[in-house]
């Protein structure tokens, strides 16, 4: 079970529970000083946040004047709001694929000559087969859609919140969804290029993880 965090403020309340990189980004934008209290979910007492190893760089002391600009532009918060943010584009994509197949559905039943290339190969099929059928073969067709799309929601979901899993079998159901679009170069070319969006993702995650 992912560890979780609750801060005691100045106020004496308790926000939380948060997960470490929304605590990270809070470290970044000045709002968890290093003695603010804080308290781990495995933990039964408060300590100070500069006291978390996995804190602990965050914390390091500025570069000096003599710093190099390159070595200024990789200090530890700004790397670690760069990678939240890369992190959430990523995973913001498993939320396009899915609305966009929706919308290729529903277009697709009005038999309507148009479509968004970024939608998923397996909802074109389920459409077609299901127009084939007739009758109610195209509420079926918009059934399993739904579905198909409902998948990517929830991988987009646990994305967020820093699962590389969610990334991992995201990537692989996109690739071979783009397996049957073999023949439309511009759809495999489509698919090259979100699943390039989503390794970055991916690999802003597991920087996090090793933050």
């Known amino acids: ?15 939380g529970p948060v997960t470490l990189q929304q605590l ?18 495995d ?4 300590a100070a946040a500069s ?11 500025a570069a000096s004047p003599a710093a190099s600009p390159a070595a200024q532009a990789t200090s530890p918060p700004q790397a670690v709001a760069v990678a939240a943010a890369r992190t959430r584009s990523g995973a913001s994509w498993f939320y ?29 099929i389920f459409d077609a087969v299901g127009a084939s059928i007739g009758g109610g073969g195209k509420a079926v067709a918009l059934a399993l859609d739904v579905l198909a799309a409902g998948v990517f929601v929830v991988l987009g979901i646990f994305a967020h919140k820093g699962h590389l899993w969610a990334f ?12 049957l679009l073999l023949g439309d170069w511009l759809g495999v070319g489509i698919h090259v290029f979100v699943l390039y969006c989503l ?13």
């Open 1 to 15: 079970m992912e560890l979780t965090y609750k801060v005691r403020g100045a106020d004496g309340k308790e926000y």
């Open 24 to 41: 990270t980004g809070w470290v970044g934008e000045g709002r968890l000083p290093p003695q603010q209290q804080v308290q781990r979910s």
């Open 43 to 46: 933990m039964s007492y408060w």
């Open 51 to 61: 006291d978390f190893a996995e804190l602990q760089p965050l914390y390091a002391p």
């Open 96 to 124: 396009w694929i899915a609305g966009l197949s929706l919308v290729n559905s529903v277009v697709a039943l009005t038999e309507a000559n148009f479509r968004f290339v970024f939608g998923l190969g397996t909802t074109q």
């Open 168 to 179: 991992i079998v995201g990537m692989v159901l996109f690739a071979l969804d783009g397996l």
């Open 199 to 211: 390794f970055r993702g991916f690999n802003a995650c597991r920087q996090l993880k090793g933050a």
